[in-house]
């Protein structure tokens, strides 16, 4: 079991930015895909954002431009940036690792216990 514990959710108004951060264990940053997924109250659990082992990420459409995914193997720290939130991305936002970046469930070996974002019009 490989521990990873989000942390910097919150309440904002639409336009605005928050930035999430998942602390893990040991290498895990080294040795896996580092990914976001979002799921909201009815909705699958869908990906938000992948880091690769060599640092190259990749978005969903809906979060590009928006979103940036780091990491800081140093530090053992995977961060989301969130800027101009809108209300759909309400959601519980889990920190994921796997041994692939394909941004499915299927795919994730382990999961955070989620941090809630909610944005209000």
């Known amino acids: 079991q490989v521990p990873l514990v989000e942390s910097g959710g919150g309440s904002v108004q639409a336009g605005g930015s928050l930035r999430l951060s998942c602390a893990a264990s040991g290498n895990t940053l080294s040795t896996h895909c580092m990914e976001w997924f979002r799921q909201a109250p009815g909705k699958e659990r869908e990906g938000v954002a992948s880091?690769?082992?060599?640092?190259?990420?990749t978005y969903r459409i809906s979060v590009e431009g928006r979103f940036t995914i780091s990491k800081d193997n140093a530090k053992n720290t995977l961060y989301l940036q969130m800027n101009s939130l809108k209300p759909e991305d309400t959601a519980m936002y889990y920190c994921a690792a796997g041994p692939l970046c394909r941004g499915l469930p299927r795919y994730v070996s382990f999961w955070g216990q989620g941090t809630q974002v909610t944005v209000s019009s």
């Open positions: 880091i690769d082992l060599d640092g190259s990420a």
